[in-house]
């Protein structure tokens, strides 16, 4: 790498933001799970689009790759420079516009985290349809590249349903702007969609325009014990027939809840422990208490025994909120996080398989499951993992997720740790398609070389 790059990249973004001591950089070059420690030959924060342009440009003419990153909370190793990359840091691009109360849009800077957008949402009567844990880092750059889901998804759709204009960077610097507040738009290709889960490969995400939404009047939270996977699907489904609307759809289990409990010193939130939990928020008219209650009274078949929250249940969405914090607290080697989704009607074969193999095949792997059960979305956290047996457990869990029609990556995206059972997801010609995709957009690989089907 020419030493004078650092110096041109000083030049544009000035000193101060451009960081190449190793104790200031180590916070951009180490995942959030602990297991993907980098290095980068610096890290590069602009304030805007012009200077990120500028900052693509000389990086590309000195044929230096460069790793985009936001809040740095991915889960695959995406964000993270392996082989002494350019990290180039969004987070200073913070700027939010007003929200538009008549259009339901807001326009926001990519390094804007989504605790920002939702509270700007807040404030105009509206909501920012991506809720995550990761809310107080994660930056709206972030969750178009891994196209976000969260617990929101089953109401709103992922980040890319919500997305309606972008602005980015190629890799020469050329700026690219899709900038239309329309709901409907069919004049040629879908580019913010194509932008959105292509984790950083195909340009550096500036600015979005994203749709926000009208909040529900009168919305209840309900935690419900029940006895296996199948039921809180099934219950899902008679909420849905009972007129409500889903607003999010939790599953957890009790070793899972054992582990946040202790965590957090939280009391135990029903009288019994079943074996597996689902966290219910609905929607619906003035009567919704009354629907939710009836409903969960008719479902004696289903449910162990439950509890209700009104505004929001903030108090029960602890419980389901700190499990990624806890996990990480309680193994001792980085947890193996593997975010997997099946047809809903096979999620409890897969639940059920994964653990007997689990058990007899991986003894030692603590397995915590939880995740967005109406979307089939299981999060399959290993805890205790020695570091020789993580892609072993990895290959076999995806190897299971493949046996059930399911996907490897359910809202991760593929990184870096997924990376080599890519063909377990995507057959040959797909992947061929997203190979000409990005020479044709990045041909020389400046931008996150290392991830995802190259050449
Ligand atoms: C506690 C916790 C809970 C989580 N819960 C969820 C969840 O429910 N659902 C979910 O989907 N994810 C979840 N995640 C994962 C993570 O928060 C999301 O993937 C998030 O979208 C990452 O945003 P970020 O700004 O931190 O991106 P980073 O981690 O910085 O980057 C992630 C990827 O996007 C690329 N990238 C980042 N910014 C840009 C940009 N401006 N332009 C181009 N590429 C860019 C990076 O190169 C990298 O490949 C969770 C993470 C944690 C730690």
């Known amino acids: 790498m020419p030493s004078s790059i650092v ?9 101060a933001h451009v960081l190449t001591d190793p104790d200031t950089t180590a916070r951009y070059t180490t995942d959030w799970t602990g297991r993907w420690h980098g290095r980068a030959t610096a890290v590069v924060r602009p304030a805007d689009t012009v200077e990120v342009a500028r900052v693509l440009e000389v990086c ?3 044929g230096v790759a460069v790793v985009p990153q936001g809040g740095n909370t991915g889960l695959v190793g995406g964000s993270i420079p392996m082989h002494g990359e350019i990290v180039l840091s969004v987070t200073r691009l913070d700027r939010i516009e007003d929200p538009d109360p008549v259009g339901h849009t807001l326009a926001a800077g990519a390094g804007v985290t989504v605790a920002r957008a939702q509270d700007a949402a807040r404030e105009a009567g509206l909501i920012f349809g991506i809720d995550l844990a990761a809310r107080d880092s994660a930056t709206l750059g972030g969750i178009v590249a891994t196209n976000a889901g969260g617990v929101r998804v089953i109401k709103y759709g992922d980040t890319r349903a919500q997305l309606l204009g972008v602005e980015a960077v190629l890799s020469d610097g050329t700026v690219l702007t899709r900038w239309k507040a329309l709901r409907k738009d069919n004049a040629g290709y879908h580019l913010p969609g194509l932008l959105a889960g292509s984790e950083g490969t195909l340009g550096v995400v500036t600015r979005v325009l994203m749709k926000l939404h009208v909040p529900p009047s009168h919305s209840y939270c309900a935690l419900v014990g029940v006895r296996t996977v199948g039921a809180a699907p099934a219950l899902v489904d008679l909420l849905r027939r009972a007129g409500l609307t889903i607003e999010a759809a939790e599953l957890m289990t009790d070793a899972g809840m054992r582990l946040v409990r202790r965590h957090r010193a939280l009391r135990a939130p029903l009288r019994i422990e079943p074996p597996y939990y689902l966290l219910v928020e609905v929607s619906g008219p003035a009567d919704t208490e009354g629907l939710l209650l009836g409903a969960l009274e008719r479902a004696s078949d289903l449910v162990l025994d439950a509890t209700v929250d009104d505004e929001r249940g903030r108090r029960l969405w602890s419980y389901r909120d700190s499990h990624t914090e806890a996990i990480n607290a309680a193994s001792s080697t980085p947890p193996v996080k593997l975010d997997i989704t099946t047809p809903l009607a096979a999620v409890e074969s897969f639940v059920d398989t994964l653990t007997h193999t689990l058990a007899t095949e991986f003894p030692h792997a603590r397995p915590i499951l939880f995740g967005h059960i109406a979307d089939g979305n299981v999060h399959v956290n290993l805890l205790d993992v020695e570091p020789g047996q993580a892609l072993p457990v990895t290959g076999r869990v995806f ?13 991760h995206g593929i990184g870096r740790s997924k990376a080599p059972w890519i063909h377990l997801a995507r057959s040959a010609v797909d992947i061929e398609v997203m190979k000409a995709i990005r020479s044709g957009v990045d041909p020389t690989l400046t931008l996150n070389p290392h991830i995802l089907p190259a050449r």
């Not at 110096?7 to 000193?15: H, N, P, T, W």
């Not at 997720?401 to 490897?408: D, F, K, L, R, T």
């Open 7 to 15: 110096s041109e990249l000083a030049e544009i973004v000035g000193a």
């Open 60 to 62: 590309h003419r000195a």
């Open 399 to 411: 190897e299971l997720v493949a046996a059930h029609e399911g996907s490897i990556s359910a809202e």
